[in-house]
């Protein structure tokens, strides 16, 4: 799959350490690995706002559409606009789910499932990690 952006590994490090992401951002956001429930800083964050990829900038999420689900990670019940969020299969980890990555640059991002409390029951379940909020 390709990006409009691509890095090197030492690139991406750079870029995310010159933005102050948290330090596991790399290693979710580049190697799809999850942080811990309940640990990352917009897990109970509600304030109006967008969600943006960590790497790329490119907006994802509005806080309207942001809901607790009880999980321990940000979820949302849609994508800010078409094509904002992409996704493939992952049969990682002895599971068959959905990624969910950033249409723009490919940064993993969570998982999406299919059990949302909303009418699109749709559940994007995200890694605070892999986001950086602006306020409204």
């Known amino acids: 799959m ?6 090197t ?10 933005k102050g992401a948290e330090p596991h951002a790399f290693e979710v ?5 999850t942080e811990r429930p ?11 706002g967008v969600y ?6 490119k907006p994802l999420f509005t806080s309207s559409t942001k809901f607790d689900a009880g999980c321990g990670w940000p979820s ?12 493939r299969k992952d049969d990682t980890r002895g599971m068959v789910r959905t990624e969910a990555l950033c249409g723009h640059c490919g940064a993993h991002l969570g998982h999406l499932f299919n059990d949302g409390p909303t009418d699109t029951g749709l559940r994007y379940c ?3 990690a892999s986001l950086h ?3 409204a």
């Open 2 to 7: 390709s990006h409009a952006i691509e890095k």
């Open 9 to 18: 590994e030492p690139e991406w490090k750079a870029l995310l350490q010159a």
């Open 29 to 33: 956001t580049r190697h799809a690995a």
């Open 38 to 48: 309940f640990t990352g800083k917009y897990a109970d964050h509600y304030k109006d």
């Open 52 to 57: 943006y990829c960590i790497c790329c900038d």
């Open 76 to 87: 949302f019940d849609q994508a800010i606009t078409e094509g904002a969020v992409a996704t």
């Open 126 to 128: 995200m890694n605070s």
């Open 133 to 135: 909020f602006t306020p």
